[in-house]
């Protein structure tokens, strides 16, 4: 047979071509396969959150799905996700997850977990409270980076997602109202643009992103959009992500949000 091909190298080429071709295929199968894209989404058993995670295992992620008392997120574990503790304002909780992701490599991380007092009166802030939301928004979402950030490193997707809200925007604010959930967001915009600036020469994309008003149980029932929604259009937008979207505000419809 090779004394043939030889004799006729068009024919030499083409089954050269076909292995070749075969090769390339079957390895980069295994490799899909084998690599699935991995998110880690914070406050996961519920909201936002938990629609993220529904949509991502159902788009055949590798799902982990964090939250407080993994005990009772009934609804997330039935999910085919990877359901791991977390209170994104307890040190040692934050601790633990990173010991128990060692090595792994994460794609994208998505900080979500979130609350949101209706503070509206001056004279209803209580300093306490003011401290528990800027812990929780804020430096929450600073504590599980700084402590998945060798993950992200060694992940191929190198997106951090913030999820922030148009509470956040500085310049949008002209009515006032709510108090600690708006200085939490707008101090979020800018970890956000702080963490661009370090990490966009090593390929990170770094997003704040507004999900609208969605019926959760913080956005409550007369809300104009519905989690199914709000997260896919916001999946739209986090997958058409390039260099130059690092460091921006933007909505869930990926328009870019007034600082
Ligand atoms: N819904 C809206 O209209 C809207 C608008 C703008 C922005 N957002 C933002 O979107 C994100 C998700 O909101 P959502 O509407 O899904 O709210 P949600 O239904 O109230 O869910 C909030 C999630 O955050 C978790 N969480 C709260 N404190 C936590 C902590 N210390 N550690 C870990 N997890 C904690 C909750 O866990 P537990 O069940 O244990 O409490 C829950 O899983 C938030 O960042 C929010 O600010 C929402």
Redesign the pocket.
């Known amino acids: 047979m090779s004394l043939n091909l030889i004799a006729h190298p068009s024919v030499f080429c083409a089954a050269l071509l076909s292995l070749v071709s075969f090769a390339v295929s079957a390895d980069s199968h295994e490799t899909s396969a084998a690599k699935a894209s991995t998110v880690l989404i914070?406050?996961?058993?519920?909201?936002?959150?938990l629609e993220f995670a529904r949509q991502y295992a159902a788009d055949g992620w590798q799902v982990i799905g964090?939250?407080?008392?993994p005990e009772r997120a009934d609804e997330l574990n039935a999910l085919d996700v990877e359901v791991l503790q977390?209170?994104?304002?307890n040190q040692a909780s934050v601790d633990a997850l990173a010991g128990a992701l060692a090595n792994r490599p994460l794609d994208m991380l998505i900080n979500?977990?979130?609350?949101?007092p209706r503070v509206r009166k001056l004279e209803e802030v209580s300093i306490d409270d003011y401290l528990r939301t800027l812990d929780?928004?804020t430096a929450?979402p600073m504590r599980v980076t700084m402590a998945l950030i060798s993950n992200l490193r060694a992940g191929a997707g190198k997106k951090i997602i913030n999820?922030?809200?148009?509470?956040g925007s500085i310049a949008g604010n002209t009515r006032g109202t709510y108090y600690g959930y708006r200085e939490s967001?707008a101090a979020l915009n800018m970890f956000t643009r702080t963490l661009a600036a370090e990490l966009g020469p090593e390929g990170f994309i770094a997003l704040a992103i507004?999900?609208?008003?969605?019926a959760?149980?913080?956005?409550g029932p007369n809300?104009n959009l519905q989690p199914p929604e709000s997260v896919s259009a916001m999946r739209r937008v986090i997958d058409r992500l390039t260099a130059e979207d690092n460091g921006t505000y933007k909505s869930y419809q990926g328009e870019p949000v007034d600082w």
């Open positions: 914070t406050g996961a058993n519920r909201g936002l959150g964090t939250a407080r008392s977390l209170d994104v304002t979500n977990a979130g609350i949101f929780v928004n929450g999820i922030t809200s148009g509470l967001k507004h999900p609208g008003w969605v959760t149980d913080m956005g809300a």
